[in-house]
Structure formats: structure tokens, C-alpha cells
């Protein structure tokens, strides 16, 4: 700073910030300055719509579209509470999600989450009147995720031949996506691996089981990796039915490594124990799960063992 500007001082002033600028132009003064206005009204109006939208479509059509507003997935809300053991806080987010329209094929493949939960509470009947909904689905994903679920149900049901009439449709369903599609399907080949395990064919079974197992566990995303933790329960939970204890063991000690924190993973290997006679094994997998649902539905029905 020279000597002269350090004498300046506070009421002296540069006298060419009175001197006028430069006019604006056609572009600056009829339309820049009217966009301006414009969208400072635009944002003015979103900061007082957006909130009165949201909390008119949760009280028209429910909480679940308030939630999803935001970018929350519902079936991931009601997988939260599956999780703890609240399975009647699950069972109607689930319902309610399940009732939303669809928009993407990959949403409607995410719908197959609503049956899946109903054949694990073992509502094999349900399961099959709601896969028709996906059954009649637009897109080639929703009928193969409905075909295969249809499937799954039958089984439970003993109708072994109308479950293969599924498989069947299943596969041609599969033929009608693209091959990246199928290979990052986490069920592909999952009815008809099921299938393999009630006809007794374990080792062909028991191979294709845990090729899906180690596909269910590596799909990035929070929905699918616990989507993931509910499909090896549902693989554990088949594998007792049909007497397959080796691969039962197998998925059980899976859940634990996917997540040791959720209760169902040790209940299943406290089974496993059980069945082998070793009690001491049982006692501490069972007492693990007991203590992991302690938010658990004072009702929640255990699974049992279920010999073929």
C-alpha cells in the first residue's frame, strides 16, 4: 500500500461510483429479469406446496406415501420390522407397499417381497392368490417374480405338478429378459432348486441352493442385502422340511455371517443343533435368539422342526 492511499481517509470517496454503467441490453432487461422473478416466486411457492403436498398425500392415501416422498423404500421399512420380530408392524407395511401402483420393472420385481414374507409365516395360500397380481404384471420381471412365488406356494401346498406348470412359465419368462438381467437375478433358479429338494435329488438341490446363496449375499444395495437375510432364512426354513439338514446347517451358518445381529440366524442353527443332539450348541443359539428379539411381538411363532 502506497503512502498516499494510507492518508486516505473515511470520507473521501472515488467519484466514478457515480458515474452511470453501462445500459442493459434487450436480453438482460426484458428477459433475464423477468426469469429472475420468475423463479424467485417459483421457489417461493415450492417452499410452501411441497410440505402441504406431502402431508396431504399421507393423510389421502397413507403413511407409506408420505415416506416415500422422501425416497424411502417401504418394503425396506417393513423389512426393518420383520427383523426385530415385529411381525404385525411388518405384515401391514408390507400389505399397504404392496398395494402401491408400480412404476419401473425393477419396483415391481421389489413387490415379491409382500409373498415372500407370506410364505415364510407359512400363509402358503395367500401367497398364491396375491401372485396373481404379478402374475398379470406388464413387464417380463414382475410375471417371472409372480411365476416363481406361484411356484414356491404350490409347493408348501404339495402340488408338486401345478408347480412345475410354473417353473415352466418361469423359464419362459426368462426369455424374454437380457442375460445381464437374469445373471444378477438373486432367485433365479430358486423354484426350480426347491423343486430339486422335494423330489430328494440333495446333491443337484443342495448345489444349485448355495450357487443362489452365494448370488443373494453380493447384490449391492441396503434393499437387497436385507432382502438377502429373509431369502437364506426361507432356504434354511425348506431345507428342515424336506430333512436336508447338512444344507440347513450350511444356510444357518451363512445368515450368521451375513448378519450376526438378526435373531433368525441363530434360531435356525439352535434348530440344526437341536436335531444333532447337541444340546449345549442349542442352548447358547437358542438364548443368542432370544435375546436378539427382545423387541420381538410377545406372540411371534417360532418355526419348529418339521420332519418330511
Do not use: C
Request: no cysteine; proline share 4%.
Amino acid at each position: 500500500m502506497t503512502k498516499k492511499q494510507r492518508k486516505t481517509r473515511l470520507w473521501q470517496f472515488d467519484p466514478s461510483v457515480f458515474q452511470p454503467g453501462p445500459k442493459a441490453g434487450f436480453l438482460e432487461h426484458h428477459i433475464l429479469r423477468r426469469a429472475r422473478a420468475l423463479g424467485k416466486y417459483t421457489l417461493y411457492s415450492l417452499a410452501f406446496a411441497y410440505p402441504v403436498a406431502l402431508v396431504s398425500l399421507g393423510i389421502i392415501f397413507g403413511g407409506l406415501v408420505f415416506w416415500a416422498s422422501f425416497g424411502i423404500n417401504p418394503f425396506l421399512l417393513a423389512m426393518s420390522y420383520q427383523a426385530l420380530g415385529q411381525m404385525k408392524a411388518a405384515e401391514a407395511v408390507f400389505r399397504e407397499a404392496f398395494s402401491l401402483p408400480a412404476y419401473t420393472d425393477f419396483a415391481e420385481f421389489n413387490r415379491r417381497a409382500w409373498l415372500e414374507f407370506l410364505l415364510d409365516r407359512g400363509r402358503a395360500q395367500e401367497a398364491l392368490a396375491e401372485s396373481q397380481d404379478l402374475v398379470k404384471s406388464r413387464w417380463a420381471l414382475g410375471r417371472f417374480a409372480g411365476h416363481t412365488l406361484a411356484g414356491r406356494a404350490l409347493l408348501a401346498m404339495n402340488r408338486m405338478e401345478d408347480a412345475r406348470s410354473e417353473l415352466a412359465l418361469v423359464e419362459q419368462e426368462m426369455g424374454h429378459l437380457p442375460a445381464s438381467v437374469i445373471g444378477s437375478l438373486p432367485n433365479a433358479g430358486a423354484l426350480r432348486a426347491e423343486i430339486l429338494l422335494r423330489e430328494n435329488k440333495w446333491d443337484e438341490g443342495n448345489e444349485l441352493m448355495k450357487h443362489i446363496e452365494e448370488k443373494i449375499g453380493v447384490v449391492p444395495g441396503p434393499d437387497a442385502w436385507s432382502a438377502a437375510l429373509f431369502q437364506l432364512e426361507s432356504i434354511a426354513q425348506v431345507a428342515r422340511q424336506v430333512g436336508d439338514w447338512e444344507l440347513a446347517e450350511f444356510t444357518a451358518r451363512r445368515m450368521i455371517q451375513h448378519d450376526r445381529s438378526y435373531a433368525g440366524g441363530h434360531y435356525a442353527l439352535g434348530l440344526v443343533a437341536e436335531h444333532q443332539g447337541d444340546a449345549a450348541t442349542a442352548r447358547t443359539e437358542f438364548a443368542t435368539a432370544e435375546k436378539l428379539w427382545s423387541k420381538a411381538d410377545s406372540d411371534l411363532a417360532r418355526p419348529r422342526i418339521q420332519n418330511p
